[in-house]
C-alpha cells in the first residue's frame, strides 16, 4: 500500500473517531438528569447571560460598595470627635467584612431562597446550592439574565451599607464587640426577612409594592433601631 493510501486511511479512521465523540457528546447534552453539562455551564433553563446587563450590574455593585468603604466611614469618622474618628471608621470597614461572610453563610438564602412569604429557605445557605432541585451554585449559574455570583454580591452590597447606617446612631457610645454582636442579629432577624418580603418572593412583593433603590429593605429595615 503506497503512502498516499496510508494517509488517506489514517483521515478516515479519525473521521469516525471525531464522529463517534460528536455523538457521544449530544447524547450527553440531551440526556435529562445528567449534570455533566450543567456543572460547566449552570441550569440547562437559565436564560442566557447578557453582556449589558452584567456590566451594568458590576458598576452598580461598585457605587454601592464604594457608598459604605469609604463614603460612608469617612462621612461618620467627620462628624466624630477626634479620639474617636479611627474607632468609627473602622466600624464601617468590619461591618463590611463582616456582612460578607454572614451573607454568604446565611443571609443570601433566607433572603432569596424559596422558602415562604416571610422568610427564605435553607437550600443556598454557606452557597452550595438548590437542595430541591439538585442544582448547585455554580460560576455558571445565572439569575436571570446575569450571573447567580454577581446577583448574590450586588444584594450583599445593600445588605452591607444597611448595618453600616445603623453605627452613626451609636457612634462613640458602643463597645465595638457589642456593636458586632448587634449586627449579627439583627441582619439575619430584621434585614433578611424584610428582604425577603420585598425582593426575595415575600408577601410585599406578590401584593406589586416596588422598591427599586432600596426605600423599603434599606431605610426602614434601619430605622428598627
Known amino acids: 500500500m503506497s503512502g498516499d493510501d496510508m494517509t488517506v486511511a489514517q483521515l478516515a479512521e479519525k473521521l469516525e473517531e471525531a464522529t463517534k465523540k ?70 464601617s470597614f468590619a ?48 439569575s436571570g439574565t446575569i450571573p447567580e455570583a454577581l446577583f448574590c454580591m450586588f444584594q450583599l452590597t445593600f445588605a452591607i451599607i444597611t448595618c453600616a447606617i445603623i453605627t452613626g446612631s451609636v457612634a462613640e457610645r458602643m463597645k465595638f464587640s457589642s456593636l458586632l454582636v448587634f449586627i449579627f442579629f439583627w441582619h439575619l432577624i430584621v434585614y433578611c426577612p424584610i428582604a425577603h418580603w420585598e425582593w426575595g418572593g415575600g408577601f410585599m412583593g406578590n401584593l406589586g409594592v416596588l422598591d427599586f433603590a432600596g426605600g423599603d429593605v434599606v431605610q426602614i429595615g434601619r430605622a428598627h433601631v
Not at 60 to 74: D, E, F, Y
Not at 95 to 115: A, E, H, K, P, R
Open 95 to 142: 461591618i463590611t467584612c463582616f456582612v460578607s461572610m454572614l451573607w454568604l453563610m446565611f443571609g443570601y438564602s433566607l433572603s432569596f431562597g424559596t422558602g415562604n412569604e416571610f422568610i427564605g429557605g435553607a437550600e443556598k445557605l454557606w452557597f452550595v446550592g438548590d437542595a430541591a432541585t439538585g442544582e448547585p451554585i455554580l460560576p455558571g449559574s445565572n
Open 22 to 91: 460528536i455523538s457521544a457528546l449530544e447524547t450527553l447534552m440531551g440526556s435529562e438528569g445528567n449534570n455533566g453539562v450543567a456543572f460547566l455551564a449552570g441550569s440547562a433553563t437559565d436564560v442566557s447571560v447578557n453582556s449589558g446587563d452584567t456590566a451594568w450590574i458590576l458598576t452598580s455593585t461598585c457605587l454601592v460598595l464604594m457608598m459604605t468603604i469609604p463614603g460612608l466611614a469617612l462621612f461618620y469618622g467627620g462628624m466624630s470627635r477626634a479620639q474617636n474618628v479611627l474607632s468609627t471608621v473602622m466600624q
